[in-house]
């Protein structure tokens, strides 16, 4: 099987949470779920609003990261989860 690349945005609740702080836990879980953490980036929305966008490898046997979306969402100044693109390692 292969190696797959995910990027996860997580909208904060409120413009104020503290997105190092989120990402650092959601980094962990990442860890536990057996992903191996990457890349940071923060997208500003609208009116103070950032996006944090969590960038990992995993190997594509893993299967489906629904439960980690689920415990990043359940999080502490955490209003969404979305997997926005995935695609294959090539190398």
């Known amino acids: 099987m292969a190696t797959i690349i995910l990027t996860l945005k997580i909208m904060p609740s409120d413009p104020k949470v503290n997105l190092d702080f989120i990402a650092d836990k959601a980094e962990k879980l990442i860890t536990k779920f057996g992903g191996k953490p990457g890349k940071r980036e923060k997208e500003p929305i609208a ?43 090539i190398g």
Request: net charge negative; charged share 30%.
């Open 47 to 89: 009116f103070g609003l950032v996006a944090l966008k969590l960038i990992f490898i995993m190997d594509e046997q893993k299967g489906s990261t629904q439960s980690l979306e689920d415990d990043i969402a359940k999080m502490s100044g955490v209003s969404s989860v979305d997997v926005i693109d995935v695609r294959r390692a």
